[in-house]
C-alpha cells in the first residue's frame, strides 16, 4: 500500500503558474498526475519513473507542465505554467508498478487538490 497526499491547489488568474506536491509514504513507484475536470473523464497529464529519467505528458500539458521528483524525501512535483481556463480540474497524484504513460499504470491514487484557473 501506498499512501498520498496533495498538496498545492488553489485559484490562479489565466497565465499564471502553480506547483502541486505530492508526498508518497513510499518511493519505489512511477508516479504521475491525473486531471478530471466536472463533467470529464479521469485525463492523464503527467508521469515519470521512479528514477526520474523518463517522463510523459498528455498532449494538453505538453510544453507548460512539468513533472519531477526528489525521491529522497518521496515527493513529485507538477509545475503548471500558462494556465489556461481549461486546466481547471481537480488534480489526482498516483503511483503504481507500471507504464507511467498511461493510467493503467497506477494502482494508488491521493485525494486530490481542486485547481482552478479565472479567465
Known amino acids: 500500500q501506498v499512501q498520498l497526499v496533495e498538496s498545492g491547489g488553489g485559484l490562479v488568474q489565466a497565465g499564471g503558474s502553480l506547483r502541486l506536491s505530492c508526498v508518497a509514504s513510499r518511493s519505489e513507484y512511477a508516479m504521475g498526475w491525473f486531471r478530471q475536470a466536472p463533467g470529464k473523464e479521469r485525463e492523464f497529464a503527467a508521469g515519470?519513473?521512479?528514477?526520474?529519467?523518463?517522463?510523459y505528458y498528455g498532449e494538453s500539458v505538453k510544453g507548460r507542465f512539468t513533472i519531477s521528483r526528489e525521491n529522497a524525501n518521496n515527493t513529485v512535483y507538477l509545475q503548471m505554467n500558462s494556465l489556461q481556463p481549461e486546466d481547471t480540474a481537480v488534480y489526482y497524484c498516483?503511483?503504481?508498478?507500471?507504464?507511467?504513460?498511461?493510467?493503467?499504470?497506477?494502482?494508488?491514487w491521493g485525494q486530490g487538490t481542486q485547481v482552478t484557473v479565472s479567465s
Open positions: 515519470l519513473s521512479w528514477s526520474g529519467g523518463m517522463t
Open positions: 498516483a503511483a503504481g508498478d507500471g507504464y507511467p504513460g498511461d493510467v493503467s499504470g497506477y494502482d494508488y
